[in-house]
């Protein structure tokens, strides 16, 4: 019973730990679309500044060539994070399957030999993987708020954030 305990924090770390990294990663998502809405309003900026000095080809072309590369950014970056998160996702399923597994390989050999040593060791580690788990906790409300304060507009959780119809329209121009 206590291994199966100690499998249950365990895999309460493991998950802690993976919603750590997707507020990291939805942190990192929020930024670079924060980056790009603002290199779009420079380049807007400066284009229109210099706009009586160009051509109307030469406006059009930089005002094609910004759109093209902002969508270009905004795929690759929605590509990678996406990526990111299918592959943590992938990772905290085979980490929760392992431990599992060796729970309940342990309660075998437990079953098979009679010792019971394995089931002392793990009722020993429990309190220690519950402190554990309570710092991952607060890590991984601290990276919520942090995702939060990235993702801007009061936004609780970055995953749910709006997406506007400019950056829709970009995303589909570049593809």
């Known amino acids: 019973m206590t291994a199966k305990n100690l499998a249950t924090v365990a895999n309460d770390l493991i998950e802690s730990y993976g919603n750590t990294v997707h507020n990291v990663i939805g942190a990192y998502r929020a930024g670079g679309e924060r980056m790009v809405d603002f290199l779009e ?5 400066a284009l229109e500044q210099s706009r009586p000095q160009l051509t109307a080809e030469v406006a059009e072309n930089a005002a094609a060539a910004q759109k093209m590369f902002g969508g270009y950014y905004a795929k690759g ?3 990678t994070t996406d990526g990111a998160d299918s592959v943590l996702d992938q990772l ?3 980490a929760s399957a392992g431990v599992e597994r060796v729970a309940a390989n342990a ?3 437990e079953e098979k030999t009679g010792v019971t040593t394995l089931n002392l060791l793990a009722g020993a580690a429990v309190p220690a993987a519950q402190a554990v788990s309570k710092l991952a906790a607060q890590i991984e409300q601290k990276s919520a708020e942090l995702a939060s304060k990235v993702a801007g ?3 609780t959780d970055v995953a749910a954030k709006r997406v506007s119809p ?3 329209a970009r995303t589909t121009r570049a593809a």
């Open 153 to 155: 507009d009061g936004v």
């Open 41 to 45: 309003q420079r380049w807007e900026q």
């Open 77 to 79: 970056l929605s590509f």
């Open 166 to 168: 400019f950056k829709k």
């Open 92 to 94: 905290v399923k085979l």
């Open 107 to 109: 309660s075998l050999f």
